[in-house]
């Protein structure tokens, strides 16, 4: 009966944030928080993907701005950017604009960078304009920043915020198996803290689409690489849940972005220590963005997906591909972009 009553209302509280999708954003309640997704950004760097009367480059600060004119209001206590910062790695003037965006958070909201396969400048993943524009010696003043093994392509965060006591962590596309021994050890260090861990690719076509249509690929954790291709270094999203993700029972959540061919995707799934993981995609333009709100006491997050620029929610997409691919016409719904997820963020942290 208590399952069958938990189910109803969580629908009545799904319903109530679709209606709220024509409605306006409302202000963060007391005891709650936010936490802002920002989507790829590649399009807005080099200058497509305006939105109504501003150029991609302006969108990009146009959002960022916004998140600093509304972190009272929305109680935002963090940014995580789910890589492709540029589009293309090797040209400076798109790392200029990004860091420009960029620039209006830093010292006003805790923030995470990932880096994409669109971030990097070879196929070893070699990535030195991220570095020379995001390095390590950007962070380290700061006491919520944890830490990098090589100078911030990879990083973790730690955020204490309304009773919880959070760890975010930043992999890159692909991390290979240095990279996820590292961050095994970092979760290990801090079992206490419920983990948000944003990398790059990770939802999308389960295999490569090659000449069939995107449309007609399964979607869901994907199994195959982009990046760190050289000597076959780099992990697939699968081999990223069996190597590290899966193991560690106060990892709560996995989010990523890669996909504009599928935009919005979220599933859920259960780790070795029976602990819940969702896994959210989102890769949409229009100056949209993730807006995370936790409601400790509720035990709930309410997820939006919303365009300062527009000033509008999203209820919904439909994404084609450009030449030579072929349209591919995924449909994303009102709910891939308006959700709440059920967590339990009061009792212990799983495992301790």
């Given at each position: 009966?208590?399952?069958?009553?938990?189910?109803?209302?969580?629908?009545?509280?799904?319903?109530?944030?679709?209606?709220?999708?024509?409605?306006?954003?409302?202000?963060?309640?007391?005891?709650?928080?936010?936490?802002?997704?920002?989507?790829?950004?590649?399009?807005?760097?080099?200058?497509?993907?305006?939105?109504?009367?501003?150029?991609?480059?302006?969108?990009?600060?146009?959002?960022?701005?916004?998140?600093?004119?509304?972190?009272?209001?929305?109680?935002?206590?963090?940014?995580?950017?789910?890589?492709?910062?540029?589009?293309?790695?090797?040209?400076?003037?798109?790392?200029?604009?990004?860091?420009?965006?960029?620039?209006?958070?830093?010292?006003?909201?805790?923030?995470?960078?990932?880096?994409?396969?669109?971030?990097?400048?070879?196929?070893?993943?070699?990535?030195?304009?991220?570095?020379?524009?995001?390095?390590?010696?950007?962070?380290?003043?700061?006491?919520?920043?944890?830490?990098?093994?090589?100078?911030?392509?990879?990083?973790?965060?730690?955020?204490?915020?309304?009773?919880?006591?959070?760890?975010?962590?930043?992999?890159?596309?692909?991390?290979?198996?240095?990279?996820?021994?590292?961050?095994?050890?970092?979760?290990?260090?801090?079992?206490?803290?419920?983990?948000?861990?944003?990398?790059?690719?990770?939802?999308?076509?389960?295999?490569?689409?090659?000449?069939?249509?995107?449309a007609d690929i399964p979607k869901g954790r994907m199994q195959w690489t982009k990046c760190h291709k050289s000597e076959d270094r780099g992990n697939s999203p699968q081999q990223m849940w069996d190597e590290l993700v899966s193991?560690?029972?106060?990892?709560?959540?996995?989010?990523?972005?890669?996909?504009?061919?599928?935009?919005?995707?979220?599933?859920?799934?259960?780790?070795?220590?029976?602990?819940?993981?969702?896994?959210?995609?989102?890769?949409?333009?229009?100056?949209?963005?993730?807006?995370?709100?936790?409601?400790?006491?509720?035990?709930?997050?309410?997820?939006?997906?919303?365009?300062?620029?527009?000033?509008?929610?999203?209820?919904?997409?439909?994404?084609?591909?450009?030449?030579?691919?072929?349209?591919?016409?995924?449909?994303?719904?009102?709910?891939?972009?308006q959700f709440i997820l059920s967590h339990d963020l009061t009792g212990p942290v799983p495992g301790m």
């Amino acid at each position: 009966m208590r399952r069958n009553t938990t189910m109803a209302l969580m629908f009545t509280l799904c319903l109530a944030l679709a209606s709220a999708a024509a409605a306006q954003l409302t202000p963060a309640p007391e005891g709650t928080f936010t936490v802002v997704v920002l989507p790829d950004t590649q399009d807005y760097a080099d200058g497509g993907s305006p939105s109504g009367d501003l150029s991609g480059q302006e969108v990009f600060g146009a959002i960022t701005q916004w998140i600093v004119d509304n972190q009272q209001e929305q109680r935002i206590v963090f940014v995580s950017h789910v890589g492709d910062i540029v589009n293309s790695a090797k040209v400076r003037e798109e790392w200029e604009v990004a860091r420009g965006a960029i620039d209006a958070l830093h010292g006003v909201v805790p923030y995470g960078l990932t880096i994409g396969n669109h971030d990097m400048s070879s196929g070893r993943g070699e990535k030195p304009l991220f570095e020379e524009f995001f390095g390590a010696d950007r962070f380290e003043a700061f006491d919520w920043y944890g830490g990098t093994p090589d100078n911030n392509a990879n990083s973790y965060q730690l955020i204490s915020v309304e009773g919880l006591d959070l760890l975010f962590m930043h992999l890159e596309c692909n991390a290979p198996d240095d990279v996820l021994a590292w961050a095994d050890g970092v979760l290990r260090e801090h079992p206490d803290r419920r983990a948000i861990i944003t990398t790059h690719m990770w939802l999308g076509p389960i295999t490569p689409w090659g000449d069939s249509s995107y449309a007609d690929i399964p979607k869901g954790r994907m199994q195959w690489t982009k990046c760190h291709k050289s000597e076959d270094r780099g992990n697939s999203p699968q081999q990223m849940w069996d190597e590290l993700v899966s193991l560690h029972p106060n990892v709560m959540m996995v989010l990523c972005g890669d996909q504009r061919g599928t935009q919005a995707l979220r599933t859920q799934t259960v780790g070795e220590h029976d602990n819940i993981v969702h896994e959210l995609l989102s890769d949409i333009r229009d100056g949209y963005i993730r807006l995370m709100r936790f409601h400790p006491a509720e035990n709930r997050i309410d997820v939006m997906t919303y365009s300062p620029t527009l000033k509008t929610f999203c209820d919904g997409t439909k994404a084609t591909m450009s030449a030579p691919r072929q349209p591919i016409g995924i449909v994303t719904d009102i709910t891939q972009h308006q959700f709440i997820l059920s967590h339990d963020l009061t009792g212990p942290v799983p495992g301790m």
